[in-house]
């Protein structure tokens, strides 16, 4: 037993210990090797696991901003549609019944606001991931991300545009009996008649007016934006279907668009007289019809009205060649511009 005990004790020769520690050194290097190998694994699982996660959020994405952009010109129509009444309730030369013509509209742009809210869901379960993005996904988030800031600022537009529909709705209701009687049947009596020729009709209508200008305004920035962001991501995604005709702000060129370039004299159809002093050219900039003011400040314009293309979404100046004369709707309280040509 003693002679066992001391052939298992007695030193090893030093040959022994070094290829014994060579082979524990070996030991502990695959070790280390298979879990990094294992960590590795796990981390291109993950990724994969990520990116797949990612790409299915980016598909909704596309889908939300579809419906954003969609939803983008309800503000925009609902503006222009403003704008065409305001200018009843501020030609001077308005006539009874031009306004009798116009009251049950008159009534209900006072009355409702068309609001712009965005969908948010692929964006916000990308948010909850943004961090483990790999890096040819993180560029695209990025710009969503900074695309959705915007949608405080429409938010803050709708509650400015309802506050102001709902204090007009609340001072007539307790100052006029006929704002809920006649106006309901769609035949406003005489007292509503002479209202609207009066100038707390016409204050009213300024400020749902300029407050719808400052949505649609927000709504058509979004909307560039949105489409930019929206390309960017099919780019990404590989994705080659075709894109609803309104997820385009590109210009195609036509017959009228020629017929349009060249240079105009800005006049204000409501103070009438020419105004030479403004001058402006048509010009083709990056293949988008641009204005191009005499102080050097250019307006990108997007179709030449509802003739010309079937539903691509209004600018925030909305313009059309009338009678050799290019008539351009502004998209604020001061409006109907007429741009006449200069002669050659």
């Known amino acids: 037993m003693q002679h066992m005990f001391r052939q298992l004790t007695k030193s090893e020769n030093p040959g022994n210990n070094l290829s014994m520690m060579l082979f524990a050194l070996v030991e502990v290097v695959m070790i280390v090797v298979g879990i990094v190998m294992a960590n590795q694994l796990e981390e291109q699982k993950e990724m994969r696991e990520v990116t797949n996660r990612a790409e299915v959020l980016f598909e909704e994405v596309l889908r939300d901003l579809e419906a954003d952009c969609w939803a983008a010109l ?66 695209a988030y990025e710009h969503l991300d900074r695309l959705m800031d915007q949608n405080a600022i429409i938010q ?89 005709g309104y997820m385009s702000t590109n210009f195609a060129s036509s017959d009228r668009t020629q017929r349009m370039l060249g240079n105009f004299v800005l006049q204000d159809s409501l103070v009438y007289g020419s105004a030479s002093h403004k001058h402006l050219s048509m010009e083709i900039i990056d293949s988008h019809l641009t204005a191009v003011y005499g102080n050097g400040d250019t307006l990108r314009l997007n179709r030449s009205g509802m003739a010309e293309y079937s539903y691509p979404g209004p600018p925030l100046e909305d313009y059309m060649e009338v009678d050799g004369k290019l008539v351009v709707g502004k998209w604020t309280i001061q409006k109907d511009w007429t741009y006449e040509r200069v002669s050659d």
């Open 156 to 244: 803050e537009h709708n509650r400015r545009y309802q506050d102001v529909v709902y204090a007009n709705m609340e001072h007539n209701i307790h100052n006029h009996p006929w704002w809920n009687q006649g106006t309901y049947s769609g035949v406003p009596d005489m007292d509503a008649l002479m209202w609207m020729m009066g100038e707390e009709c016409k204050a009213q209508t300024h400020l749902v007016v300029n407050s719808s200008a400052h949505l649609a305004g927000a709504a058509e920035r979004f909307r560039t934006s949105a489409i930019s962001v929206y390309d960017e991501i099919k780019e990404l995604l590989g994705d080659t279907t075709a894109s609803p």
């Open 74 to 139: 309800r503000p925009l129509f609902a503006n222009r549609s403003n704008n065409r009444l305001s200018d009843v309730l501020y030609n001077p030369d308005r006539t009874m019944g031009e306004v009798q013509a116009n009251a049950f509209g008159i009534y209900y742009m006072l009355r409702f606001e068309s609001a712009l809210h965005i969908d948010t869901q692929g964006y916000e379960a990308l948010e909850k991931i943004h961090e483990r993005l790999p890096e040819h996904l993180l560029e």
